[in-house]
């Protein structure tokens, strides 16, 4: 039965759900002039989330699904920077008063990449424009080969609570068919550097799902990671989606794993890491007992946005930088993708923004009802409706797709509370997408559910 519901669901190909809707269906009826709108807006009174993307690496690795580009010189990443300032400052002259900061996330590329002085000074910047206070966290993403001992102590001289380190695999052959030479030499060192600088929280990615990736090859990787007790993992599924990415065209895939061998990949880490003390957090993070993210889980308040599952409180994210994402009431605003045209926008003295979505009633519905599902792996569809001010029905009746699900023995309904099988959890985005509503509108060819 197991191995039919992989060979049913496992194959499709849907939304990871880190937003509802998702950004296939951002549309550029949301424009810079709906950003003002929604910037001037914001109740100063709540606290806010930061995220500064940088899109610009040494090397481009092959499975890479992110927004990035390759540079060897510097005055692309200098013109680059100038223009994130600008736009820094155009965001801060929109709000009533400097906005209370929550979080700020640097995200990529690879951050790092613009040194230590320039990184000190975009903090420095944003901290002149928007209120931090003593409990603001910041975080980054990090590149363990380029990380040399001067940057490690500015993320320490920042305060940077928490660093992201790219793994994805230490298995040789793996990382000769992904273009990324990683030893594991390389990363301990990583691991020493930022916890002497101070930073008290590190996160693993790894990927299972990559060319010529076994079950006892993922297992290897995860054991060699334990040994340096990150406080969280966040493991992925390979997403081969090379009419999207082109540089991906570069991997064998009669070399790919199959579903199947993707979901065994992915349960023998997930039980691996549970039995070393870590928690498992929805369907693609870990995290220590004692880590926020499995406090959030543990008192009903985890959240998911778009670095995946977070214990970040705050309803409205501001964007900096190409293809950086906000989240406003409103709805969510999406920057130019591409460097340049990115910098044009923001040199001519206007936003960014390319495209976005206002929000309906029921999208906030339904994106609560997927929320809750992504992160508990069930949902109280009754509860949910009436918060929002709908009947149960718009969602429960005449949803075939949750019918079929349920028949198969993915979930249980009872009450109007959709629930998923312990066993079955993996397929939860398939059952996220029960509730999805532009779905069949987007022409995005997403990752496999499995």
Known sequence: MQSALVVKYGEERLPRYTSYPTTPCFSPRVDASTYDDWLTAIPTEKAASLYVHIPFCHSMCWYCGCHTKVTRGDQPILTYLQMLQEEMCLVSAKTKTPLNIDQLHFGGGTPTIIGPEKLLGLIGLLKAHFDFTGSSQLALEIDP???????AAALGEAEVHRASIGVQTFDPVVQKAINRAQSEEQTMEAVSRL?????????????????????DSCLETTRIAIEMRPERFAVFGYAHVPSFKKHQLLINEGALPNTESRVAQAEAIAEYLIAAGYRRIGIDHFALPEDSLAVAQANGQLRRNFQGYTSDPCETLIGFGAS???????????????????????????????????LSDEDR?????????MCDFQADIPALAAEHGFDPGILLDHNDRLTMLERDGVLEKAGGI??????????????ASAFDSYLLQSARTYSKTA
Do not use: C, W
Request: hydrophobic share 45%.
């Open 145 to 151: 080969r380029t990380l040399e001992e001067e940057m």
């Open 195 to 215: 916890r002497q600088a101070g930073v008290v929280s590190i996160n693993f990615d790894l990927i299972y799902g990559l060319p010529h990736q076994t079950v």
């Open 324 to 358: 950086a994402i906000g989240r406003m009431a409103g709805g969510y605003v999406q920057n130019e993708a591409l460097p340049g045209h990115y910098a044009q926008r923001i040199a001519s003295g206007n936003f960014a923004v390319m495209k976005g979505h206002r």
């Open 365 to 373: 519905l339904r994106a609560s009802v997927i929320e809750r599902l």
């Open 418 to 431: 959709v629930r998923l099988r312990k066993k079955k959890q993996f397929l939860i985005r398939a059952v």
